[in-house]
């Protein structure tokens, strides 16, 4: 790492931003993904039937993968990203947010909804529909957290006049289709419909809370970081609003393709698919408009390790598209829904881009949150190598899993010989989760380094701003 | 509103996020309207009527314990057994979501990749519109096989046995022990085990070819009850 990427910006604004509170979201966010990441692990080794808790009601591996799941969903991702916002939204706006007593209330109250979430998931309390296992109780809850989120950030986006940064379009998305999405999931498919319609209205819930909270939130921050950091502009901004509204309008449409060949009609069917590739050319702009901007600074990508996590999702990024575009056709729907190669596309996701992308950032902003280099930048490089080669043996392994277990189920083989081929991708899998998880744990440790030498820890010691 | 950048924004927004409820959630369930939603009493039917008195005579201490003691008045008796199966096979949902059964178990039968010839009849709609399909129970993926025909091939002691060990019946396979839903062992389910056999029990239970390929036999009972010589 040079020099280059921790040159501290005394940015007039700075009073502007609660970097106290982007520190504890962070941590928030690590702690998730490492309950996250253990759940994982309870399951991976009762594949492999080595589940040394085998029998304990509160450690079931069943109850324990949707709490999986749910942490990166609400712990990881909307942590990292709420303290990203707090970060990103003073700066481009020149404005704080509405309320910084709001936004302390909307962290506690947003960690009571994940730890509520948790602890009903924990004692069997789930709802029926993926990530929207939140047990109803907390739903009002956390529809009224996102609520606040939205007012208090959006408040000082709309007072800007003039022009406004792609970033910003994005996150105005996202708050308003996040809160919406939220509302559709969790009460719609619960409560007022039943049996196929249900189907279509739960696909198109886990659909868009990737595409409408996820991806807006992540890209946005994107099109933040990566010109800031290389130092020089987005080189098409005219494609950038190409890659806006061809999100906003395609990606919706294409809930119905997580259930091809369900009763639910076929030409909903073939909307989705049609809309789901047409998504793909969209992305194409996105990911030309980011290697456009690299070009000429490929350097970085040795030399600078945020830009290195940030382009690594973008490869990612890519991948999974190429496989969307592919896997949402009926031709490779017979023979992968339902095996480990949609596991293995998930993983690639949420953790080779938006989790890469967020750890990133978070290598990027520690230094300046804590007013100190990394304790270690050896160390730095620990975590993302164990990270990035852990993820992709992780997705390589389970996409072909996939495969073995489709054409295993397809030629009518006993049902036991697709446990049987499967083991040794899932032992391979176990290996990749350690990789992953040693990353996460370097990055810790290197953290608690740096925050020894930070001035912030020395001076206030004792009025204890970091509880780490 | 359409003077600023952000009014225009909010209104495509939520004008494409409209756009994609109405075709991809209105549009079906419009569709399906004339299908109406069944309740868990109207899902009874003989065949899980035949299960569920098949805990009651296998079980009989456990099901004493969880249900009490039917009525002796035949009229009576029929509508008290009717409603503890539609009592049971709710609370047998709940545990089957809370359980996260079926983020490894499907209940869809695709007619695709030959899975007619697996499972027999590939799933209609009209299978799913009851209230113990809300959220509708498709499943995600399939460590274990698909359930929607799962009812009536296998005896109540099979799943249990099953699900106390999985094991102990089928070798090699990495299901997850149950022992929670027993009292100790697996003769002796708790009421969350009766529960969740009688859900099991009701998948497919509503086909005419009810049960599928594996010739059911029942398993011999020591006779005393008179409502046993159905079947």
Redesign the interface.
């Known amino acids: 790492m040079t020099n280059d990427s921790l040159t501290r910006d005394a940015l007039p604004n700075r009073e502007l931003i609660e970097e106290r509170l982007v520190v504890w979201y962070f941590l928030a966010a690590i702690g998730y993904l490492f309950v996250s990441m253990l759940g994982g692990f309870l399951m991976a080794f ?4 080595h ?1 040394p808790f ?2 304990i ?1 509160l450690l ?4 324990w ?2 709490i999986h799941t749910n942490a990166i969903a609400y712990g990881f991702l909307a942590n990292a990203f709420l303290g990203n916002l707090h970060w990103i939204v003073p700066r481009l706006t020149l404005r704080s947010v509405m309320s910084r007593k709001l936004s302390y209330f909307i962290f506690a109250a947003w960690q009571i909804v994940v730890l509520a979430t948790a602890g009903g998931l924990l004692l ?7 990530w ?1 296992e939140t047990p109803v109780w907390i739903d009002p809850l956390a529809q009224v957290g996102l609520l606040l989120v939205a007012v208090n950030f959006m408040t000082p ?2 007072k800007t006049k003039g ?2 940064y792609v970033t910003l ?1 994005y996150f ?2 996202a708050f ?2 996040t809160f ?1 999405t939220y509302a ?1 999931g969790n009460f ?4 007022f ?12 819930f886990i659909h ?1 809370l990737v595409g ?1 909270f996820v991806t807006p939130l992540g890209w946005g921050s994107m099109y933040f970081f990566v010109p800031i950091l290389l130092r020089k502009p987005i080189w098409s901004h005219g494609m950038s609003m190409v890659g806006f ?1 061809g999100l ?2 395609f990606y ?2 294409q ?2 393709h997580h ?1 091809l ?5 076929m030409f ?1 069917q073939y ?2 698919i049609v809309s789901t590739i047409a998504v793909e050319m969209v992305v194409l702009t996105v990911i030309v408009n980011f290697f456009g901007t690299l070009k000429g600074s490929s350097r970085a990508l040795a030399t600078n390790l945020p830009i290195r996590w940030f382009f690594t999702g973008m490869i990612f990024y890519a991948i999974t598209c190429a496989q969307c575009a592919l896997q949402t056709t009926l031709t490779f ?3 992968i ?4 190669w ?2 293995g596309h998930a993983h690639l996701v949420m953790f080779g881009v938006f989790g890469q992308w967020l750890l990133g950032v978070m290598t990027y902003l520690f230094p300046r949150l804590l007013k100190s280099d990394w304790a270690s930048p050896k160390l730095c490089e620990w975590h993302y190598w164990l990270s990035a080669v852990g993820l992709f043996v992780m997705a390589l392994d389970l996409t072909l899993a996939g495969l073995f ?2 054409w295993s ?4 083989q006993p ?2 010989a697709s ?2 081929v499967s083991q040794p991708f899932w032992i391979v899998r176990i290996w990749a989760g350690i990789s992953m998880f040693s990353g996460q744990i370097v990055f810790c440790v290197n953290l608690w380094k740096t925050w020894q030498q930070s001035p912030l820890n020395k001076a206030v010691m004792s009025s204890a701003v970091v509880p780490a | 509103m359409l003077e600023s950048k952000a009014g225009v924004m909010l209104l495509a927004g939520l004008a494409f996020f409209t756009l994609a409820f109405v075709s991809n959630a209105v549009v079906p369930l419009l569709m399906y309207q004339d299908q109406r939603e069944q309740t868990a009493e109207q899902l009874v039917n003989g065949n899980l009527r035949y299960q569920f008195e098949d805990l009651a005579r296998r079980y009989p201490d456990s099901f004493e314990k969880a249900y009490g003691k039917p009525p002796e008045e035949v009229v009576e008796r029929e509508k008290w057994f009717n409603q503890k199966t539609a009592d049971t096979l709710r609370l047998g949902r709940k545990l089957y979501v809370g359980e996260a059964c079926w983020h490894c178990h499907s209940q869809f039968v695709r007619p695709v990749s030959n899975e007619e010839q697996r499972w027999r009849p590939v799933s209609r709609s009209i299978e799913y519109q009851n209230e113990l399909q809300r959220p509708v129970m498709f499943g995600t993926r399939r460590v274990g096989p698909d359930l929607s025909r799962e009812g009536g091939r296998r005896s109540n002691d099979w799943q249990a046995v099953h699900l106390f060990k999985p094991t102990s019946l089928s070798e090699g396979s990495p299901m997850p022990e149950y022992p929670w839903f027993f009292d100790g062992s697996p003769d002796k389910p708790n009421a969350r085990g009766l529960a969740i056999l009688t859900y099991i029990q009701w998948l497919g239970s509503w086909l005419e070819s009810y049960p599928y390929y594996e010739q059911y036999t029942p398993a011999p009972l020591p006779v005393e009850d008179p409502s046993s010589e159905s079947q």
Do not use: K
Request: no cysteine; glycine share 14%; charged share 15%.
């Open positions: 009762q594949l492999i039937r589940n085998n029998g009601e079931s591996p069943g109850r993968r949707m069997g309390e789930a709802q029926g529909l993926e929207g986006i709309l022009p406004m379009w105005l998305a308003i289709w919406l559709m719609v498919p619960e409560y419909v039943a049996g196929t319609s249900a189907g279509a209205v739960g696909g198109l868009d409408l509204w906003a309008f919706p449409l809930g119905i259930f060949y369900t009763p639910i009609p909903l909307g989705a729907q017979a023979l829904h339902f095996t480990d949609v596991v277990q489709g189920w397809a030629a009518l049902w036991d446990i049987e």
